[in-house]
């Protein structure tokens, strides 16, 4: 199976920047890689698919790129809602399709 | 506005079988994959498996795939899962969702259900 790798485990970050957060593929998954968000208690969210678009609802502040096995989720102007953790998600080679271990962005 | 609900016992004993359903409002239940998906502090996030309809085979993780049953009954909109043999690996938040219309993604999750295995 396809074994996701992010970087960094946590990363901070001050609120009205910018974050960076990179997903690692063990082989290529072309742009079939998804990005969600999870705030404690609650379900994932989909924020983006197919590497680079985004979900309904989605602000433009989150942006994806990348394909084969680099992957980067960017956050731009990071407001307090968007301190959570977020996980990265292949679909390229299933089954199994699978997540990586998460990022917490904290402030 | 697509909603889903997980519902089921919250304590299962080692050995004996998890039984989760997942209840579905505002979508068709023939036009979607539907699937189960946990979350463990050990493992993360956990693809357990999909189902389209009764007349398509489920898809499961190869890892789980010898204990998962993922049944679907579109008159009552529910579709379900069951885990046999179960340890206290299995100890997890477990999720429904729906799978995407064209991106193996999932776009509607429940709100989870925490099952612990203990006896």
């Known amino acids: 199976e396809v074994v996701m790798t992010q970087s960094p485990a946590t990363l901070s970050v001050s609120p009205g920047e910018s974050a960076s957060l990179s997903c690692r593929a063990s082989q290529s998954v072309s742009v079939n890689l998804a990005w969600y968000q999870q705030k404690p208690g609650q379900a994932p969210r989909l924020l983006i698919y197919?590497?680079?678009t985004r979900a309904t609802g989605i602000p433009d502040r989150f942006s994806g790129s990348g394909s084969g096995t680099e992957f980067t989720l960017t956050i731009s102007s990071l407001q307090s809602e968007d301190f959570a953790v977020y996980y990265c998600q292949q679909y390229n080679d299933r089954p199994p399709i699978t997540f990586g271990q998460g990022t917490r962005l904290e402030i | 506005q697509v909603q889903l609900q997980e519902s089921g016992p919250g304590l299962v004993k080692p050995s004996e079988t998890l039984s989760l359903t997942c209840s579905v409002s505002?979508?068709?239940?023939?036009?979607?994959?539907w699937s189960w998906i946990r979350q463990s502090p050990g493992k993360g996030l956990e693809w357990i498996g999909n189902?389209?309809?009764?007349?398509?085979?489920?898809s499961y993780n190869p890892s789980l795939k010898s204990r998962v049953t993922i049944s679907i009954d579109t008159s009552t909109n529910q579709f379900s899962l069951r885990l046999t043999s179960v340890t206290p690996a299995d100890t997890a938040v477990y999720y429904c969702?729906?799978?995407?219309?064209?991106?193996?993604?999932?776009?509607?999750w429940g709100q989870g259900a925490l099952v612990t295995v203990s006896s």
């Open positions: 505002g979508a068709s239940m023939n036009d979607f994959y």
């Open positions: 969702a729906r799978r995407a219309e064209r991106y193996f993604v999932f776009d509607f």
């Open positions: 189902i389209l309809s009764t007349h398509y085979n489920p």
């Open positions: 197919a590497s680079s």
